[in-house]
Nanobody, 116 residues
Framework: QVQLVESGGGLVQAGGSLRLSCVAS????????MRWYRQAPGKQREWVAG????????NYADSVKGRFTISRDNAKHTVYLQMNNQKPEDTGVYYC?????????WGQGTQVTVSS
């Protein structure tokens, strides 16, 4: 059974940085598209960033472009989200998402809180 386990969330002041990690197991990681989503209190879950398996550059939501960086280490079955210059509106639960021809899966989420 596919498992995605996020870590790295926490409390940070505005302008600070955090790095999230998501380790995937029981998955053919090298052929899997990986994405990060987030959900703020009282709001719908929104897509944040995505990274494919080839040379296509990662893509980002406009709200995080220039501040967040998604990357992957296929050998470690891990995807990262480096979050810099964070803002209070970045607060929410961050979810790792995987997609390949076998289906889509979600992690349990990790809380990120940015104080002003």
């Amino acid at each position: 059974q596919v498992q995605l386990v996020e870590s790295g969330g926490g409390l940070v002041q505005a302008g600070g940085s955090l790095r999230l990690s998501c380790v995937a197991s029981e998955i053919i990681f090298s052929i899997t598209v990986m994405r990060w989503y987030r959900q703020a209190p009282g709001k719908q879950r929104e897509w944040v960033a995505g990274i494919t398996t080839g040379d296509t550059p990662p893509n980002y939501a406009d709200s995080v472009k220039g501040r967040f960086t998604i990357s992957r280490d296929n050998a470690k079955h891990t995807v990262y989200l480096q979050m810099n210059n964070q803002k209070p509106e970045d607060t929410g639960v961050y979810y790792c998402n995987s997609w390949n021809y076998r289906g889509e899966h979600w992690g349990q989420g990790t809380q990120v809180t940015v104080s002003s």
